[in-house]
């Protein structure tokens, strides 16, 4: 297949309408308030009005020496080294033997002993290794860098070296040298300039672009458009045999054909992409917050602006087919999430991609316009130069941070430049920073993505998360910092109020009193224990039942009606289900107590019980589980409702009680979460619908109060 003519989308844009709600992509209330700036080409030239950038004095990209290894002895191998060491005597038998294997030229301590403090101290542990070739200066994406990792974990192997990294080198801080910089507030808004010093960015992250399309000729994204590595490029063949021919840059769903070019208006996509990864530092318009990155050109929105959900979910999947680290989502419709969607985006979120998704520009609940109301996407809305919320931001509970998205300078389509509005500006900021942290490090999961963004965002509006700023504005050095130090504190509750009544569960995605944001019909309405577990370990809580008539246990892995994703037996008649993750996987599997013995399961399926015990009484107690020391593990609690007593223990096993004290009464229900992020359970109790919850374990009033639900409900945490 030869790559289409560019006009083709606009005469069929019109196709598989049937299919599902269009969606509308997220600049503006319109997306028609473009402000068109210059061409490139002027650009590049300092011809547009703007003042050029005088050229960088040094360089912010992680640069190491090529044939230079740094090396830290363990103290018993450093105490052995002589005086005057060689590559053939280090006084370690087995580094020796590798030096000789790499042809090592030098071997020699990085600090000289009389500078290094004591002598068997850190520094003078540290030794330089010169390897054979020139001294010459690489990045991680040359092909010398591969073989110096190679060179590394051969050093990080031997038994004598405590570890070892490339020599690396270090530059003054500079901004970019693109002559538009100075007028893009977002990069500086967002503390981009220090968060460069950490790296920026790789050609090993890929973004997918769900969207418009990408105008990859543009010049100010060249180098960073994505090559399908599995395919050779206009021979008309499917080399990599996964439906699309000659898919080398992506795919337009939208005409079917390998040719996602951007189509709508002056772009869409083109303008999201521009923000994730606009080549920088090249001395031409503006720069991306990635100055490297792979930006996939995945085409579902038409040149209308409209895109079906066959289309959305087609380009999701093959994003996550193909390994795409990121996911940006400037769409929105308004709604629950098509099946169709919702399947797609848990099944990247299960595959470790991290979703970003525009919040809309409706100035309405965020909750609901899908895709950013999915509990798999990370909802962006949009400020301004000042930090102030844009007036048609969408809010609400679902809303977790904020980043620039007020007339902000971006690329355009045809080596043009542009600004504009909407949180379709504002999600690329947040999804560039994601992939600038993997570039980083590349080990961090989505799940810590997002608890770095909700940990490190400069908070906005009221102390705390609010409804109007969520977690605050994004703080890309902020992320960085906690990212590269393993910081991953996460400042938000994980636990959530939600009742069943007559077989439907009803979700509220906030501590407080309101209507429910999600309510679905599962289970019967007689015979069934309603439950709520995070059976599939991706970090949200979802239902269950158990059927007291059978002993059937039916969970689903989604917060919809439908049919159950896992059924399986246990227990007996008369015994009171529980759940919990009971080994710290990070799954919940479930458990019966029978009397006052308790027979836990580490998996959801038929079978003996994995950890069985006695733990309260067979009567007058009311069981429930808790992490109630934030090791990861829950185990038991249970209220002695006649008298008040909370009795917690640290360990699933049968003994004493860990924690003690009052609280409550006859009749309360008893429900137990974390309520204030702290990733400690703590408990609560329900009088009538009235929610009355503490933040630590002990007597007192409560911190929190709100109502939810009504009296004969049964009240639930998810």
Known sequence: MRWAATWRSALRHGKDTHLAALLAILIGLTGSNYSLIASSSAASQGNTGYISVPPATGESQTRVVANELMIKLKPSAAAKVSAQPSASRTGSASLSRLNQSLQAQKFEPVIPRRLAGQADGPLAAWYKVELPGAKAVITPDSVAYGTLQQQLNRYRQDPDVETAEPNYLAGVTVAPNDPMYKDQYGPKKINMESAWEHTTGSHSVAVAVVDTGIDRNHVDLAGNIWANPGEVPDNGVDDDRNGYVDDYNGWDFVNNDNDPYDDYKVGHGTLVAGIIGAATNNAT???????????????????????????????????????????????????????????????????????????????????????????????????????????????????????????VTTLCTLNRYCYTSGTSLSTPHAAGVAALMLAKKSSLTNREIRKIFHGTSQDLGAAGRDDWYGYGRIDANAAMLAAINGTYSENIPSAKPAYWRSGTFNLRNSLSSGPADNSFGFGNTSGDVPLMGDWDGNGTRTPGVYRTGDSTFYLRNSNSSGAADIVFQYGAAGDKPLTGDWDGNGTDTIGVVRGNVWYLRNSNTTGASDISFMYGKSSGDIFFTGDWDGNGTDTPGLFREAKGYFYLRNSNSGGAVDIAFIYGGLGDKPVAGDWNGDRIATVGLVRGNNWMLKNANAGGGSDMQFTYGASGDTFLVW
Not at 335 to 352: E, V
């Open 285 to 407: 318009g503006i720069a991306g917050v990635n100055w490297q990155v792979k930006l996939a050109a995945l085409k579902a929105i038409d040149s209308t602006g409209n895109g079906t959900a066959d289309n959305i979910a087609k380009a999701i999947s093959y994003g996550t087919a193909k390994g795409m680290d990121v996911t940006n989502l400037s769409i929105a419709a308004a709604g629950t999430a098509p099946l169709i969607i919702q399947d797609a985006i848990r099944n990247a979120y299960g595959n470790d991609v991290v979703l970003v998704a525009g919040a809309g520009n409706n100035n309405k609940d965020a909750s609901g316009y899908w895709p950013a109301n999915m509990d798999e996407t990370i909802a962006v809305g949009a400020t301004d130069a000042v930090d102030e919320r844009w007036a048609y931001s969408n809010y609400g509970s679902k809303l977790e941070v904020m980043a620039p998205g007020v007339n």
